[in-house]
């Protein structure tokens, strides 16, 4: 296993976190612990939607992991858009109580990155896959398998944030891009790929198994 090595809360939050506990501390010492409660229990979801715990990452080349927390919306056979090829499709929808860091389901090359301007129809719906605000990565795996990966903004998530670039090296499990509020994440894997994952599992970004490469 790769042992992960990311604060517990996500630096995407650090800036909302302290902002709203400092509106619960103010209105708690001006107006009373009563008028301050709802600013407090803001506090408690800002604090739990931002948490971004450690995974322990499987190293076995043949997997491929999660790239988000969620539930497992759609498995099945697809075109993929980016590459124009037959894919197996996963998607994986976040709600407002998933952990919305996203990770690397491979270790491997950035080929290329698309973002697409959209909409944000809810996340959980297939057609968010085609019309809403996106992120996609084309990645070359170490064993010369191409994953693409997108980010896909929900109905409330408004901010796709990307922090790898077109060469750049990842390991399977490296956290690379956070969503916030609800969204949406779509793996394309090639057509030999056979998944373990089922629709309706929930499953750990970094931690969970979604299938296997066959050669």
């Known amino acids: ?17 302290a902002l709203t506990a400092f509106a619960a501390v103010m209105v708690s010492f001006y107006l009373g612990l009563w008028w301050s409660l709802p600013l407090w229990l803001a506090v408690v979801f800002v604090i739990q939607f931002f948490r971004d715990p450690k995974r322990e990452i499987p190293d076995q080349p043949e997997f491929v992991i999660a ?6 919306v759609f498995v099945g056979a697809t075109t993929d858009p980016y590459l124009n090829r037959n894919a197996v499709k996963i998607s994986i929808f976040m709600n407002v109580f998933s952990v919305h860091s996203n990770r690397s389901p491979v ?7 698309w973002y697409t301007q959209g ?7 297939d057609k968010a896959s085609e ?3 996106r992120n996609a990565i084309w990645l070359k795996a170490e064993n010369g398998e191409d994953v ?3 980010q896909v903004a929900g109905l409330i998530a408004r901010r796709i944030l990307c922090y790898i670039d077109t060469g750049q090296n990842v390991q399977r499990g490296q956290r690379y891009g956070f969503i916030r509020f609800g969204s949406r994440v779509d793996v394309y894997l090639p057509e030999r790929f056979r998944s373990s994952a089922r629709l309706g599992d929930w499953v750990c970004a970094g931690k969970d198994v979604l299938g296997h490469f066959v050669q």
């Open 148 to 150: 693409v990966c997108v």
């Open 119 to 125: 909409k944000f129809f809810n996340a959980e719906l």
């Open 107 to 113: 270790t491997g090359q950035v080929e290329r990155i």
């Open 1 to 17: 296993m790769i042992q992960d090595t990311h604060p517990l809360l996500a630096k995407e939050g650090w800036l909302h976190i």
């Open 67 to 72: 790239p988000a927390d969620g539930k497992v």
């Open 131 to 133: 019309l809403n605000e």
